[in-house]
């Protein structure tokens, strides 16, 4: 089970007051905007304070590897707990984010179908390349940044172990000039742009 608060809401930032210190912090702006190589602004993130706690019974889509986009995109997550298998730590493919001519002609031929979901990685896609996954247990505090562009997951955990951390998602327009505003009034949050993609 997975509970979501999202700190940007009305009203959360008095609630929290040492994670809105964080998110003010030069360094981790600094960190986050070399990933994203623009300057980012935390007010137009997508960030939650997220408790994972696993249960037998849950289906977890999260577990299946997954590519987010076809573009470079970043997560980040501040477990503020100690994450170990089974509590579900976070895994990566490394160098799964580079945009290989038959990476592009998968996400092509997905995109002709009615997926309304990010991409699956079968394993024949995987062992392909010669890839392999990385499980990337940490102590509390520690930061982890992934660009989602490449393939990655959360290992599925044991049954009643849980976690707590820090979830931040970016997801700019690639197709738009960094200073040019638009990335609000082209996402889903729109009610016009809701109601045309349905």
Same mark, same amino acid.
């Given at each position: 089970?997975?509970?979501?608060?999202?700190?940007?809401?009305?009203?959360?930032?008095?609630?929290?007051?040492?994670?809105?210190?964080?998110?003010?912090?030069?360094?981790? @702006?600094?960190?986050?905007?070399?990933?994203?190589?623009?300057?980012?602004?935390?007010?137009?993130?997508?960030?939650?304070?997220?408790?994972? @706690? @696993?249960? *037998?019974?849950?289906?977890?889509?999260?577990?299946?590897?997954?590519?987010?986009?076809?573009?470079?995109?970043? @997560?980040?997550?501040?477990?503020?707990?100690?994450?170990?298998?089974?509590?579900?730590?976070?895994?990566?493919?490394?160098?799964?984010? *580079?945009?290989?001519?038959?990476?592009?002609?998968?996400?092509?031929?997905?995109?002709?179908?009615?997926? *309304?979901?990010?991409?699956?990685?079968?394993?024949?896609?995987?062992?392909?390349?010669?890839?392999?996954?990385?499980?990337?247990?940490?102590?509390?505090?520690?930061?982890?940044?992934?660009?989602?562009?490449?393939?990655?997951?959360?290992?599925?955990?044991?049954?009643?172990?849980?976690?707590?951390?820090?979830?931040?998602?970016?997801?700019?327009?690639?197709?738009?000039?960094?200073?040019?505003?638009?990335?609000?009034?082209?996402?889903?949050?729109?009610?016009?742009?809701?109601?045309?993609?349905?």
């Amino acid at each position: 089970m997975l509970e979501q608060i999202n700190l940007l809401e009305l009203g959360r930032r008095g609630d929290y007051p040492e994670i809105f210190a964080l998110l003010a912090h030069p360094k981790l @702006k600094s960190l986050i905007s070399s990933a994203e190589k623009r300057n980012v602004n935390f007010l137009k993130a997508h960030i939650t304070l997220e408790r994972l @706690k @696993k249960q *037998q019974a849950d289906a977890d889509r999260e577990a299946d590897l997954h590519v987010g986009t076809f573009f470079n995109t970043h @997560k980040g997550w501040l477990y503020l707990d100690n994450v170990q298998l089974e509590n579900s730590p976070f895994v990566y493919v490394p160098g799964s984010y *580079q945009l290989r001519l038959s990476r592009l002609r998968r996400t092509y031929l997905e995109s002709l179908g009615n997926n *309304q979901r990010s991409r699956r990685i079968l394993v024949d896609e995987l062992a392909e390349h010669g890839n392999s996954e990385e499980v990337y247990s940490c102590r509390a505090n520690t930061l982890v940044i992934a660009n989602t562009c490449g393939y990655h997951r959360r290992h599925s955990g044991d049954s009643g172990k849980q976690r707590t951390a820090l979830h931040f998602s970016f997801r700019f327009n690639p197709f738009f000039p960094p200073g040019l505003d638009v990335d609000k009034r082209l996402s889903r949050r729109n009610p016009l742009v809701r109601r045309l993609t349905g």
